[in-house]
């Protein structure tokens, strides 16, 4: 993996630790404040965490999943962005994806097109590769 590949993983890596600890801390003592931010906040942990582990794992499987996350992410940040300035009323609390990732300088509208990118440079092209 490049060096462009390896700051792509750490940077999901971080986003997977932060969405998990921030949804986990806000279901656990709040839930009933903003339920659906929460719960989305939570989904945007599991894609990072997915991600995160597709994109270190080899084969033509995980590069895969890995499209398959990334571009769920960024749906996710368009629809959840859009949604929270539209009707921010659905939203009382921010999610991970609220304002196309705001609360985290935006990093979530910027990563899953760094990684879609990547991905489409870096497909697995040998039977090796696909191990």
């Known amino acids: 993996m490049s060096g462009i590949g390896r700051v792509l993983v750490a940077v999901y890596g971080v986003l997977a630790l932060a969405a998990t600890g921030r949804s986990f801390v806000q279901i656990a003592s709040k839930f009933d404040e903003a339920p659906l931010a929460y719960t989305l906040s939570a989904l945007a942990a599991v894609v990072y965490i997915v991600a995160t582990i597709?994109?270190?794992?080899?084969?033509?499987?995980w590069y895969r999943v890995a499209w398959a996350t990334i571009v769920f992410e960024f749906t996710g940040v368009i629809v959840i962005g859009t949604l929270s300035i539209v009707y921010p009323e659905l939203f009382p609390h921010d999610t991970v994806w609220s304002r196309f990732g705001a609360g985290y300088l935006f990093i979530p509208l910027v990563l899953p097109v760094l990684g879609m990118?990547?991905?489409?440079?870096?497909?697995?092209?040998?039977?090796?590769d696909a191990s």
Do not use: F, M, Y
């Open 117 to 128: 990118w990547w991905l489409a440079r870096h497909r697995p092209t040998s039977r090796a």
């Open 54 to 61: 597709a994109l270190v794992r080899p084969g033509i499987a």
